[in-house]
């Protein structure tokens, strides 16, 4: 391993590491614009300068294009590096418009920092500056073209990392644009990572825009719960309303990034149709009030009918937490066991899928991009798990082949997967034995359980695409509990009670069942329907933890209070602004901690800590940590 000198400190680094990441690795920050750790150098931007004083390569050199070598001597502070990075901000800055003031990026944005840090504080340049016309980027993203310091971050992501096509840079010598060819929305689906990438603010998040600064966020790390592929998020919150989701850096699941379904569909929570009331009978009531009037339903109605006639139904929404305690709440009222999912085949699905996976034969999104063959089998990757189809991308890259199976094959209305791949019927055409680690990646919502049988006999390791950002857990307590999904509890004829719990439930329930009681954050048709309703916090609002496909158990951290938002709500929706102890719509609570409330009301005990038993070893899990499995 290579050991140099980087301003008087003798470090030691792994070999083919670059300057720049050997003094990050000392404690030492370089300022850079064009290089990032998933994209690699380029050498555009010319900031990273350094002076190499001993050793095999001398004098000024661009720290990101430069390997850590034997012997070397690398000063950071030398007065000519010094000069040259702030004469490179200097010159990046001629054509800037200066407009922190107005710029969403203001709080997070690297050249601001490196600005001030360089030294460069006051404008000599008095010519007329380069402008540029702005594009129409789809609903989600803002152009501001005349901030750009041409780092070619932007289109080194989207057309190289993300396989897009549809952006990419124009122009010549200094006038060089990064856009598309004409107005419209960008198609890739991770467009989205281009505000993060942005070293300015070119691209910023048009769905927050004018809302706050960096430094007013609520922010905690998060697990995204659009797929079951558990990719780390910072979701921003400000005055009880989520503004914008950011990726979050986990090298064994997402690496850096994630995709547009994760960073824009979040914004439900800011509904204004939310449910954030108990009600009892379509009328308002308080917490405790509902919770005492379903205890006392389902006591009268499980004395009338049998203690089989009532389901107790979670989902594969609800955190491990929420799942574990309808465990514990069906053995306390000794109703059988509870309801994991809603629909029979995606229920036999799930379990397959967990059955057949261990420690050893599952695969993590990281491992899937060091792949030298990838299988595709019964799956819309950019429908079920968009971000796997960017780890196999990676893979491709890398030298790996892709074959794509069955329905893949003729993509049809579905958009493209951003790979290269060789179209196979089955299986069996795929030859396992020219490869030394080869991966197969499975859907389960358009698959049957002969092909995941038929994957998990093969060499190849596993990696399955589930429903729901804790489908691996409700799969694993289905089969520890025995449960069967509500579609078949209702098929025999004998429920007379449902209590729903984040699930989306049937609305065209058979008219035997006199007991309907619902706990959600969404405004669906069965919360319409019920008797009795409990307004759940959506997983911004409270701790928790997901299990994702992989069975890696990630831990997340509430980022804001439930209630209703100060802001973008229609001012004739808002209550009174009156003084109160907690604000308005406040009432919804994490989904375990209303399970708790019920039990106590069947005389169970005071629950503080739902993860007991073979849980427990989750409680103290580093929520900025890379997660844990739990098989």
């Not at 294009?65 to 010094?82: F, L, R, W």
């Not at 080869?438 to 006999?457: E, F, N, Q, R, Y």
């Not at 109160?580 to 005389?603: C, E, Y």
């Amino acid at each position: 391993m290579p050991r140099l000198i980087i301003d008087n400190m003798e470090i030691e680094v792994p070999p083919e590491t670059r300057l720049i990441d050997a003094a990050r690795q000392a404690g030492i920050i370089i300022p850079h614009f064009c290089y990032h750790p998933a994209l690699g150098s380029a050498g555009a931007c010319r900031l990273c300068a350094v002076k190499c004083l001993e050793g095999p390569v001398k004098g000024i050199q661009m720290s990101c294009m430069i390997p850590a070598q034997d012997g070397m001597v690398v000063s950071t502070t030398d007065s000519e590096a010094v000069k040259m990075r702030s004469l490179v901000i200097e010159w990046l800055m001629i054509n800037h418009p200066h407009d922190c003031p107005v710029c969403d990026e203001g709080g997070e944005c690297q050249l601001q920092d490196y600005t001030v840090a360089g030294g460069h504080g006051i404008r000599r340049y008095r010519g007329k500056k380069r402008t540029h016309v702005n594009q129409h980027l789809g609903d989600h993203i803002q152009h501001e073209m005349n901030r750009c310091i041409q780092c070619y971050r932007c289109v080194r992501f989207y057309q190289e990392f993300a396989g897009g096509t549809d952006f990419g840079v124009l122009g010549r010598a200094g006038m060089v644009y990064f856009g598309r060819k004409a107005d419209g929305a960008l198609e890739s689906p991770f467009s989205g990572n281009l505000v993060d990438l942005c070293p300015t603010g070119v691209f910023t998040d048009k769905t927050a825009r004018f809302r706050a600064r960096y430094w007013d966020y609520d922010l905690a790390p998060s697990v995204c719960a659009q797929c079951s592929l558990g990719c780390n998020t910072v979701p921003a919150g400000r005055y009880r309303e989520l503004l914008k989701t950011m990726a979050r850096r986990n090298d064994a699941v997402n690496g850096w990034f994630i995709c547009d379904r994760g960073r824009f569909a979040g914004h439900a929570v800011n509904d204004s149709r939310r449910p954030r009331n108990p009600r009892v009978d379509g009328k308002k009531a308080g917490m405790d009030e509902a919770l005492a009037e379903l205890a006392v339903r389902i006591d009268a109605m499980v004395k009338l009918h049998g203690k089989g006639s009532l389901a107790l139904v979670g989902s594969s929404r609800m955190s491990l937490e929420g799942n574990v305690m309808l465990a514990r709440l069906a053995e306390s009222l000794d109703a059988g066991s509870p309801c994991y999912f809603t629909d029979a085949v995606e229920a036999e699905m799930a379990a397959t899928a967990v059955s057949l996976l261990s420690r050893e034969k599952a695969v993590s999104m990281a491992e899937i991009g060091t792949a030298d063959c990838i299988v595709v089998l019964a799956g819309d990757l950019l429908e079920e798990g968009p971000m796997m189809a960017l780890a196999v991308r990676q893979a491709l890259r890398a030298g790996g082949r892709v074959f794509l199976a069955g329905m893949d094959c003729s993509p049809g209305e579905r958009k493209a997967p951003p790979f290269a791949f060789t179209a196979i019927r089955t299986i069996e055409e795929v030859p396992f034995a020219q490869f030394k680690n080869p991966v197969i990646v499975c859907g389960t919502a358009s698959g049957d359980m002969d092909t995941l049988c038929k994957a998990a006999m093969t060499p190849a390791r596993l990696a399955f695409l589930l429903n729901g950002p804790n489908a691996f857990a409700a799969a694993l307590l289905a089969l520890e509990h025995r449960s069967v999904a509500l579609s078949r509890l209702l098929a025999d004829g004998c429920i007379r009670g449902i209590v729903a719990i984040e699930a989306d439930i049937p609305t065209d329930l058979p008219a035997g069942v006199e007991l309907l009681a619902v706990a959600d954050w969404l405004p669906t048709e069965a919360v319409a329907k019920a008797g009795i309703f409990l307004p759940v916090a959506a997983h911004v609002e409270m701790d928790g933890t997901y299990v994702n496909n992989e069975g890696r158990a990630q831990r997340f951290r509430k980022v804001m209070s439930p209630g209703l938002p100060i802001a973008g709500l229609d001012p004739a929706l808002h209550p009174p602004r009156i003084h109160r102890r907690t604000p308005p719509g406040a009432d919804p609570q994490p989904s375990w901690r209303i399970i708790a409330g019920l039990m106590k009301r069947f005389g169970g005990e005071t629950i503080g800590e739902p993860l007991t038993g073979r849980w427990q070893f989750l409680r103290d899990l580093d929520p900025e940590g890379p997660g844990v499995r739990v098989m």
